[in-house]
């Protein structure tokens, strides 16, 4: 049955339909993150009151916002702040995460339980109301909110890999490293957490694909991203007042985002799969 | 079961509830010491006279180490006093409970929705797995799952408020149809007063925050159910069920739903909790009564401590469902009564 079998490596590599299509949007975000601030026209930042308010056009593919700026532009600008924003974000709790349970399964058992209280706290907490008062408390902004947002964003990341450390601890290869007499901080660094950080693999596109929604509601609702920033969720809050009569400058960045967010959660469900093939779905 | 095991559970979960809730007013309380500026000042707002921000800064007890401080904060707490709004001139307990009957009432009808969308979705979906309905609702419920909350709400006010003129788009009742307001939700007032046109105005009103607050809860209950009741078809006992003959109809309602159902009420009661929290995403925008909104509005007029004590208020009803589900989940499902008491 081997011979009528294609190489595995190729199978591997190959991609199913709906791959391609998320590798093609993630691609397309990347290509507006790296090149699109060089590419807009420098009147994305500058009120053009004339022009305010547009339908799309020719000139204008998605028109123009109630300051007269192009909305397209503004949108292809925005995904650096938003998408930048969002994977900071997750990068920095998902080191505090590490860092906590990495630190709990090493340090001492009152350590261990102390820090893991800490986290059930957390976990028990509405994670975006708390990040809400947290990022009022630091002042209205980006950094506010993502500095907000990666301080509450941590307790399930250090929950899960706590456990799966607990899981790496008990293989064989570990009890060989102490008996040769390897130090605990050492066997922790060099031999089960390198080991047990698959699952953050998997986790953390899932984990982008709800950061960009918290992130652009915290900067709807005023603690995040503030005007004229080109952040989307800020955008869609200054579109709102005109929605009944300028529909695209809501409906354009409402997109982006929806976009962006379906994106990462379907690259997450691909990872996950790929890492598991027991989940694959008929 | 023993009643021993039972108060021991019930002692453990209530005193996790009360450290949790400490946990989260200590938190606040660094958020407080954060805050930019003069606390005093900001307690009684911009435009108070020298002589009631040194009465304030008295009253905080503000010119006392930091641990006193912290100790006199946590004793208003316990005495309900989250300060004063600057921006109302009321207690910000009493603003917050005043508007909180609307905020469940909204909450309430969300979790129908989600609830009546997704269980049956996901109960067909599970019954043909790899079907056209399977597929289409897996589908639906990705993209339902990316959509930002606020901005579902804006374009299903736009489109079918706007637009089609189909529902209102904001407030609780339509000028002149509210009932006597008795406990502060439309609806329920409406059919106290026996008021059917009222209630029948009411529910148009809450028809689109509903389904615009349900949308990602459902995708989540939606996925977990119907993820649980795969698992549990293709389990062993299931192949005994079918071996005595049961049908495919009598397999899914009789044996496979009881098994998944608890499971999902557990979810949907964490579900309650943050349906409070994403309240603020959408009562705004439907101009809604509620403690969302007054948290919103707090947060534009830089009304701090109506904003900190937003987050306190909306982290203890959170603590508080989930308190009541688990003790819920207890009474309804032997299996979480069997692995929490221990018999």
Known sequence: MAVTSRPKATRALALSPLESFVLVLLLLLG?????????????????????????????????????????????????????????????LYSMIGVAVATIAAAGPRWLDETLMRITDLGMALPGMIVALGLAAALGASLQSAIIAMSLTGWPITARILRAVIRQTSEAQFVSGAQVLGVSKWRLMTRHVLPNSLDVLIVKWAGDVSTTVLVLAGLSFIGVGAQPPSAEWGAMIAAGRSYVATAWWTVVAPGVAVAVTSIAFGLLGDIIQVRNDPSLREV | MAVRSILRFLLMRLGQTLL??????????????????????????????????????????????VIVQYLLFLSRLVKGDLGVSTSTFQPVLNDLVAVFP?????????????????????????????????????????????????????????LLGTVWRLLPISGHNAYGMAAPV?????????????????????????????????????????????????????????????????????VLLRHAVPNSVTATLALAGTQFGAMVGSSVLIESVFARKGVGAYMFNAVAQKDSFAVLGSVIFIGAVVCIANLIVDLLQLVVDPRVRAAQLGN
Do not use: C
Request: net charge neutral; charged share 15%; no cysteine.
């Open chain 1, 31 to 91: 290509a507006m993150v790296a090149v699109g601030p060089a590419l807009a026209p420098d009147t994305v930042y500058t009120s053009d009151i004339l022009n305010a308010l547009q339908p799309p056009s020719a000139e204008h593919w998605l028109g123009t916002d109630d300051q007269g700026r192009d909305v397209f532009w503004r949108v292809v600008v925005g995904a650096r702040a938003t998408l930048l924003s969002a994977l900071l974000v997750v990068t």
């Open chain 2, 102 to 158: 609307s905020t469940l009432e909204l909450v309430s009808f969300a979790m129908l929705v989600n609830l009546a969308v997704a269980v049956p979705s996901a109960i067909v979906a599970a019954n043909k797995r790899g079907g056209a309905f399977d597929g289409s609702s897996r589908f639906m419920a990705v993209i339902l799952g990316g959509l930002p909350v606020f901005w579902l709400a804006l374009m299903l006010q736009y």
């Open chain 2, 20 to 65: 949790t809730l400490l946990g989260l007013a200590s938190l606040v309380f660094l958020m407080i010491k954060l805050l930019p500026g003069d606390e005093a000042q900001m307690a009684v707002g911009a435009e108070a006279s020298p002589e009631q921000i040194e009465a304030a800064r008295q009253r905080l007890g503000l010119d006392a180490p």
């Open chain 2, 182 to 250: 008795t406990t502060g939700a439309a609806t329920l007032d409406a059919l106290l007063a026996l008021d059917w046109a009222a209630l029948g105005d009411a529910l148009r009103h809450i028809a689109l925050p509903a389904v615009a607050l349900a949308a990602l809860f459902s995708t989540q209950i939606f996925r977990a159910l119907r993820a649980s009741l795969l698992g549990v078809l293709t389990s062993d006992f299931m192949m005994a069920v079918r071996a005595k003959g049961a049908t495919a109809r009598r």
